[in-house]
């Protein structure tokens, strides 16, 4: 018994590393994207603008071996006239060769002044100097303007306080022509500044909505662009990703290729899906040269085959979410950009949308359809749905999302019997409650 358990120990170790491996692969293909989109050890310019205490523009003057800047505009921390830069805080840059030029204009990611008066550049980046010589992409074909103006386009962004204000902001930014804008609209979306004072979930579901307007931009002419873009619509519905990320396997540039790779298996894993082809392919990693063309494409021929499977049943589950999604648009805070967000789902799917403002599931036939493997989503929709009903001004409105979650709550009991019982006996009961009343008023 005792090497039983041992040797259970010792696999359930050893699966516990493999998938902790696994992750550690995963994280690194997504970062693989800075090498591209910006130089060795560089940070995403949101990241930059979060983390910088003051952010100015102006024109380098070297003095006695000090550096001192003559600043001519100020996008974040205090306003002053002149920085005298901190030696030792350039040291740490030495190796990646950040040097200033007596006369040049560059714009500056610093940290807070010291109590010797001297400001060290931002710790740990070689971009805390704008423009950097040599830079790649994007960044490297935009003049200071340009750069300066999404500067101060990103810090307006982080600085929003109202989220629906933040998602206009960054939707406006996606749909922006110019090339460094959107890119820098994209990351922004995925950054620890823009998540700021959102729980997990919301985030989650933010996201989702930011990722809608993402799909054009995987037919943008810059791998860049369509490489983020690619990163943003793994938080989409499965069924937007998988529809939209698999062609996106034999992108031209291989870091959109690896991206497209990330995404299709988060959305295969969410579906539940096993097939050994896939879980073997999963090991493999996407040439630099191309190599694998013919591997890339029969794996594409693979994905589809194993999507088929499961494609009517997460097709019904993403389009009831997107229906309740549009319902509660007329009232969220980020109301506007939700309902966008679905209607554009809609769209890619091909799926005809529902009058704004109707119902998504009134019946419960329709509900008693409904998959979903988590009982907390059959009950966090319910739940949804009763904060609606609370909100709502018609009576006859109010009935109609109570229906609505009563099926839910009914629904999760019947699948789940012992998943929280005295919870869900309790909201059946409360919503049985409030319709008996409501009828008198609303029908």
Same mark, same amino acid.
């Given at each position: 018994m005792t090497t039983l358990r041992l040797s259970t120990l010792r696999f359930s170790t050893i699966r516990r590393f493999a998938l902790h491996a696994h992750l550690v692969l995963l994280l690194l293909l997504l970062g693989a994207g800075r090498c591209f989109a910006f130089s060795k050890g560089g940070q995403m310019l949101p990241e930059?603008?979060? @983390? #910088?205490?003051?952010?100015?523009?102006?024109?380098v003057h070297l003095n006695s071996g000090a550096t001192t800047i003559a600043v001519t505009q100020t996008f974040k921390g205090d306003v002053n006239t002149t920085i005298r830069l901190n030696p030792k805080s %350039? &040291? #740490?840059?030495?190796?990646?060769?950040?040097?200033?030029a007596e006369g040049e204009e560059c714009l500056l990611f610093l940290q807070a002044p010291g109590t010797n008066g001297l400001t060290?550049?931002?710790?740990? #980046? /070689?971009d805390a100097k704008w423009p950097k010589p040599e830079r790649p992409g994007i960044q490297g074909r935009a003049d200071l303007a340009k750069l300066? /103006?999404?500067?101060?386009?990103?810090q307006t962004l982080l600085s929003l306080p109202d989220l629906e204000q933040?998602?206009? $902001?960054?939707?406006? %930014?996606?749909? !922006?022509?110019? &090339?460094?804008?959107?890119?820098?609209g994209l990351q922004a979306a995925k950054t620890p500044g823009f998540?700021?004072?959102?729980?997990?979930?919301?985030?989650? !579901?933010?996201?989702?909505?930011?990722? $809608?307007?993402a799909l054009p931009l995987l037919q943008n002419g810059d791998h860049e662009i369509r490489g983020y873009a690619i990163i943003l619509l793994s938080s989409a519905p499965d069924s937007v990703t998988m529809k939209a990320i698999i062609p996106m396997l034999n992108d031209p540039h291989v870091w959109c290729r690896r991206q497209a790779k990330v995404a299709v298996l988060g959305a295969i894993n969410n579906s539940k899906i096993v097939d050994p082809a896939i879980d073997e392919w999963r090991q493999r990693r996407i040439q630099l040269d191309g190599s694998d063309e013919t591997d890339l494409l029969e794996m594409k021929a693979k994905l589809e085959q194993a999507w088929e499977a499961k494609r009517t049943q997460c097709l019904e589950k993403d389009v009831k979410r997107l229906d309740i999604q549009r319902l509660q648009a007329n009232k969220a805070d980020h109301s506007r950009v939700a309902g966008e967000a679905a209607d554009a789902y809609f769209q890619f799917l091909g799926v005809p949308r529902k009058p704004s403002g109707s119902s998504p599931m009134v019946t419960e036939p329709v509900l008693s359809e409904m998959e979903f493997d988590d009982p907390k989503d059959g009950y966090s929709q319910g739940f949804l749905l009763m904060r609606e009903a /609370?909100? $709502?001004?018609?009576?006859?409105? #109010?009935?109609?999302?109570?229906?609505? $979650?009563l099926a839910y709550f009914r629904e999760v009991k019947k699948r789940f019997p012992d998943w929280k019982k005295s919870m869900i006996d309790g909201r059946i009961q409360k919503?049985? /409650?409030?319709?008996?009343?409501?009828? @008198?008023?609303?029908?």
């Amino acid at each position: 018994m005792t090497t039983l358990r041992l040797s259970t120990l010792r696999f359930s170790t050893i699966r516990r590393f493999a998938l902790h491996a696994h992750l550690v692969l995963l994280l690194l293909l997504l970062g693989a994207g800075r090498c591209f989109a910006f130089s060795k050890g560089g940070q995403m310019l949101p990241e930059l603008v979060a @983390k #910088s205490a003051q952010i100015v523009r102006g024109v380098v003057h070297l003095n006695s071996g000090a550096t001192t800047i003559a600043v001519t505009q100020t996008f974040k921390g205090d306003v002053n006239t002149t920085i005298r830069l901190n030696p030792k805080s %350039m &040291d #740490s840059f030495r190796e990646n060769e950040i040097k200033f030029a007596e006369g040049e204009e560059c714009l500056l990611f610093l940290q807070a002044p010291g109590t010797n008066g001297l400001t060290p550049l931002l710790s740990y #980046s /070689e971009d805390a100097k704008w423009p950097k010589p040599e830079r790649p992409g994007i960044q490297g074909r935009a003049d200071l303007a340009k750069l300066a /103006e999404v500067v101060a386009s990103t810090q307006t962004l982080l600085s929003l306080p109202d989220l629906e204000q933040r998602l206009q $902001a960054i939707v406006a %930014m996606l749909r !922006s022509t110019d &090339d460094l804008t959107v890119l820098v609209g994209l990351q922004a979306a995925k950054t620890p500044g823009f998540r700021k004072g959102l729980a997990v979930n919301q985030y989650a !579901s933010v996201t989702r909505t930011i990722a $809608a307007f993402a799909l054009p931009l995987l037919q943008n002419g810059d791998h860049e662009i369509r490489g983020y873009a690619i990163i943003l619509l793994s938080s989409a519905p499965d069924s937007v990703t998988m529809k939209a990320i698999i062609p996106m396997l034999n992108d031209p540039h291989v870091w959109c290729r690896r991206q497209a790779k990330v995404a299709v298996l988060g959305a295969i894993n969410n579906s539940k899906i096993v097939d050994p082809a896939i879980d073997e392919w999963r090991q493999r990693r996407i040439q630099l040269d191309g190599s694998d063309e013919t591997d890339l494409l029969e794996m594409k021929a693979k994905l589809e085959q194993a999507w088929e499977a499961k494609r009517t049943q997460c097709l019904e589950k993403d389009v009831k979410r997107l229906d309740i999604q549009r319902l509660q648009a007329n009232k969220a805070d980020h109301s506007r950009v939700a309902g966008e967000a679905a209607d554009a789902y809609f769209q890619f799917l091909g799926v005809p949308r529902k009058p704004s403002g109707s119902s998504p599931m009134v019946t419960e036939p329709v509900l008693s359809e409904m998959e979903f493997d988590d009982p907390k989503d059959g009950y966090s929709q319910g739940f949804l749905l009763m904060r609606e009903a /609370e909100k $709502a001004t018609d009576p006859v409105e #109010s009935i109609r999302h109570l229906e609505a $979650a009563l099926a839910y709550f009914r629904e999760v009991k019947k699948r789940f019997p012992d998943w929280k019982k005295s919870m869900i006996d309790g909201r059946i009961q409360k919503t049985e /409650e409030l319709l008996g009343v409501l009828p @008198k008023i609303g029908r």
